[in-house]
């Protein structure tokens, strides 16, 4: 089965940085696009990033220069470099992906940046 776990979140002051990675099992991982969605309170949950299998990347335009998603195939690892922090980034962030048509989600990690 498709299992999506989420790491690294916390409280950071603006300005400051966090790396989340997402530790995927259940897939042929190096196959499928990743990514990186979040959802703040009262909001509906928007992508922040996107990996193709080949490495490609969409970003949102909220997050353009300042947050760099990547993978490591070899530990069917999805990462998101957030730098420069700021208020407005502070949401519960999804881990991402479809397999065979059907959308997956990890269970979310708190990301929390204060003035």
């Known amino acids: 089965q498709v299992h999506l776990v989420e790491s690294g979140g916390g409280l950071v002051q603006a300005g400051g940085s966090l790396r989340l990675s997402c530790g995927a099992s259940?897939?042929?991982?190096?196959?499928?696009?990743m990514g990186w969605y979040r959802q703040a309170p009262g909001k509906q949950r928007d992508v922040v990033a996107v990996?193709?299998?080949?490495?490609?990347?969409i970003y949102s335009d909220s997050v353009k220069g300042r947050f760099t998603i990547s993978r490591d195939n070899a530990k069917d690892t999805v990462y998101l470099q957030m730098n420069s922090l700021k208020p407005e980034d502070t949401a519960v962030y999804y881990c991402?992906?479809?397999?065979?048509?059907?959308?997956?989600w990890g269970q979310g990690t708190q990301v929390t940046v204060s003035l």
């Open positions: 991402w992906t479809v397999v065979a048509a059907r959308t997956y």
């Open positions: 990996i193709s299998s080949i490495g490609s990347t």
């Open positions: 259940g897939f042929i991982f190096r196959g499928h696009s």
